[in-house]
T-cell receptor, first 110, second 114 residues
Framework: SQQGEEDPQALSIQEGENATMNCSYK?????LQWYRQNSGRGLVHLIL?????REKHSGRLRVTLDTSKKSSSLLITASRAADTASYFC??????????FGTGTSLTVIP | DGGITQSPKYLFRKEGQNVTLSCEQN?????MYWYRQDPGQGLRLIYY???????QKGDIAEGYSVSREKKESFPLTVTSAQKNPTAFYLC?????????????FGEGSWLTVV
């Protein structure tokens, strides 16, 4: 399987703190994406970073990519209770097959 | 609004039964996917289809079947050969890289064996 691994599996923080989660993957990729899943719902796209990019920002999200280490990180700044969800990284193989990591469950305590 | 519709949201299967999960999209995407998610776990690829009348097995295709007779529809049948089908099933489509390379998901279907 090409599935990635997120770390940590679970993260609990206070509202206002920053949350960092990491993703490691196994093979060369075209790009890496991060998705969010609220409990019992579908996944929603957050941000995409291409293999030739090292860092990308979108609102309170900051994503980094290190292709030499086959890893990525997602930083959520100034977290809110509404950020409570599971977060998954997704890598594409050959441009049309997408493999998801095991996810990080984030709990933001009000 | 454009999106992916999965039905039913909850489905119960008796031992030995085949059940079919529906997935319809009005996003005009060529590529569609089925994933399985077990509680607290990641997503595993069951089948994917790049174009009408064509589909390929993913990592866990055994015990499942699909069809792609229309661009907008990609139903998944969970057959009696799937010995542990209780899971959350997610259908998705891909924009082919034309508008952000985004994967769009349905709201999922819960399947429980009774």
């Amino acid at each position: 399987s090409q599935q990635g691994e997120e770390d940590p599996q679970a993260l609990s923080i206070q509202e206002g703190e920053n949350a960092t989660m990491n993703c490691s993957y196994k093979t060369s990729i075209n790009n890496l994406q991060w998705y969010r899943q609220n409990s019992g719902r579908g996944l929603v796209h957050l941000i995409l970073i291409r293999s030739n990019e090292r860092e990308k920002h979108s609102g309170r999200l900051r994503v980094t990519l290190d292709t030499s280490k086959k890893s990525s990180s997602l930083l959520i700044t100034a977290s809110r209770a509404a950020d409570t969800a599971s977060y998954f990284c997704a890598t594409d193989i050959a441009g049309n097959q997408f493999y998801f990591g095991t996810g990080t469950s984030l709990t933001v305590i009000p | 609004d454009g999106g992916i519709t999965q039905s039913p949201k909850y489905l119960f299967r008796k031992e030995g039964q085949n059940v079919t999960l529906s997935c319809e999209q009005n996003l005009n995407h060529d590529a569609m996917y089925w994933y399985r998610q077990d509680p607290g776990q990641g997503l595993r690829l069951i089948y994917y289809s790049q174009i009408v009348n064509d589909f390929q097995k993913g990592d866990i295709a055994e015990g499942y079947s699909v069809s792609r007779e229309k661009k907008e529809s990609f139903p998944l049948t969970v057959t009696s050969a799937q010995k542990n089908p209780t899971a959350f099933y997610l259908c998705a489509s891909w924009d082919g890289g034309f508008s952000g390379n985004t994967i769009y998901f349905g709201e999922g279907s819960w399947l429980t064996v009774v």
